[in-house]
Each structure stands twice: as structure tokens, then as C-alpha cells.
């Protein structure tokens, strides 16, 4: 079963609008939580993450998230998108109370800016 | 920042051979790597965990004779697939991080293995 999901797997918007990418998880136990970006021909690159303390994280390029620990998510958001924003979104887990460093990922979402 | 060199972005071989791919840590101590795969449309698939110096840890299912990794120096990590078959392509992509178990990981621009 997949234990991270990303519901949306291409999301097409015009610049200026407003984006929400959906990521579940279900893993009972602790984690940490993060937004990976990939853009064409690039490595992964860290957008944010949360570890703990406020659930509404800030990260670069305008982008946020907020782990709703209820509802097993972390979705990415961003009220305004630009053109350069065109990249595949992964998102990410650590189950953190496991000890394990590695991060198990969803399936990506490619979001794709039209001008 | 941190770079992690893969290498090669792209190769193709044929069945039989095998293949190695490298994944170099430019300026700062890898202590531990990871190798991912990812099939199209898939998400990245954890394949091994390396500690430099140790035998590498693989997740269930993966072969560890075919998927040879060696960890021999904090700077350097590699990948054989041996005795290759179609089923192997797909692209590989490795993840190196320093010590400390929150410190971020970094990761490489991938290897794409077409086996012919």
C-alpha cells in the first residue's frame, strides 16, 4: 500500500493563480514531513519541511504547508504561481520515531505554469 | 551548497553487461547515501541505504547481487547493476547526507539506464 500519496499527478494553471497540491501519508507514528521540487533536467531540491512546533510551514519561493495531523496531510500551496514555478512536486516522509533517515515518497505531481 | 554528482545522466547498455553508476558528494562528508529508483509516473523507490564503510542495508525485495553498492569513502558511493535486463531500466537516483539524523539530504540529477 502507499504509504504517501499525492492525489494530483498534473496540474495545469495559468501565472498569477492559486495552487494547492494534496499530500497524505499513513503512518501512525511520528514524522517529519517534507516538499521536494524538481525542476527539468534537475536534481531534487528542498522546498520545506516541517519537524514539529507550528503546523503552517514557510518555505522558499512563497510556497507553504500545513500538516493537519488529523487528516494525515501536508499539502503544498502557493497563492500565486509563476511560469518558472513548472517543475515536478514530490512530497515526502521520515517516519522520524523509527530511527530510519530515509524518505519515503509519493508519486509526484507535475505542475505545469501557462503563461 | 551541498552538491551531489551522479554519474552518467544517461546510459545504455546491453543485456548481460553490467553497469556502475557513481554518486560523489562535491563538498561535504557523505556519511550516508541512498539509492532510489523511480519508474515513470511512480515515486522514488528506496532501494539501499550505504553508511560509509559498511555493507549497504536493502529494502525488501531488491537484489543485492544484482544491485551492488559500495561506500568505500565519505565522498563516494556506487551502484553496479550486474548482468543487466530490460526490466532494470529506469532511472536511478542517489541521496547523500552528513551525520546528524536531521541534517538535510541532497540529491543527485539521476541516471537514466535504458538496457537494450
Known amino acids: 500500500a502507499q504509504s504517501v500519496s499525492q492525489h494530483n499527478h498534473h496540474v495545469i494553471l495559468s501565472e498569477a493563480a492559486s495552487l494547492e497540491l494534496g499530500c497524505n501519508y499513513s503512518?501512525?507514528?511520528?514524522?517529519?514531513l517534507f516538499w521536494y521540487v524538481q525542476y527539468p533536467g534537475q536534481h531534487l531540491q528542498l522546498l520545506l519541511k516541517?519537524?514539529?512546533?507550528?503546523?503552517l510551514v514557510k518555505g522558499i519561493k512563497g510556497f507553504e504547508a500545513e500538516f493537519i495531523k488529523s487528516k494525515f496531510s501536508f499539502n503544498l500551496r502557493k497563492p500565486s504561481v509563476q511560469w518558472s514555478d513548472t517543475a515536478e512536486y514530490f512530497c515526502?516522509?521520515?517516519?522520524?520515531?523509527?530511527?530510519?533517515?530515509?524518505?519515503?515518497f509519493g508519486s509526484g505531481t507535475r505542475l505545469q505554469v501557462q503563461p | 551548497g551541498a552538491v551531489v554528482s551522479q554519474h552518467p545522466s544517461r546510459v545504455i547498455c546491453k543485456s548481460g553487461t553490467s553497469v556502475k553508476i557513481e554518486c560523489r558528494s562535491l563538498?561535504?562528508?557523505?556519511?550516508?547515501m541512498f539509492w532510489y529508483r523511480q519508474f515513470p509516473k511512480q515515486s522514488l523507490m528506496l532501494m539501499a541505504t550505504?553508511?560509509?564503510?559498511?555493507?549497504?542495508?536493502?529494502e525488501q525485495g531488491v537484489e543485492k547481487d544484482k544491485f551492488l553498492i559500495n561506500h568505500a569513502s565519505l565522498t563516494l558511493s556506487t551502484l553496479t547493476v550486474t548482468s543487466a535486463h530490460p526490466e532494470d531500466s529506469s532511472f536511478y537516483i542517489c541521496?547523500?547526507?552528513?551525520?546528524?539524523?536531521?541534517?538535510?539530504?541532497?540529491f543527485g540529477n539521476g541516471t537514466r539506464l535504458t538496457v537494450t
Open positions: 541521496s547523500a547526507g552528513t551525520g546528524g539524523y536531521d541534517s538535510p539530504l541532497h
Open positions: 550505504s553508511n560509509e564503510g559498511s555493507k549497504a542495508t536493502y
Open positions: 516541517y519537524f514539529s512546533g507550528d503546523p
Open positions: 503512518y501512525g507514528g511520528t514524522v517529519n
Open positions: 563538498d561535504f562528508q557523505a556519511t550516508t
Open positions: 515526502a516522509v521520515k517516519k522520524s520515531d523509527t530511527g530510519r533517515r530515509a524518505l519515503t
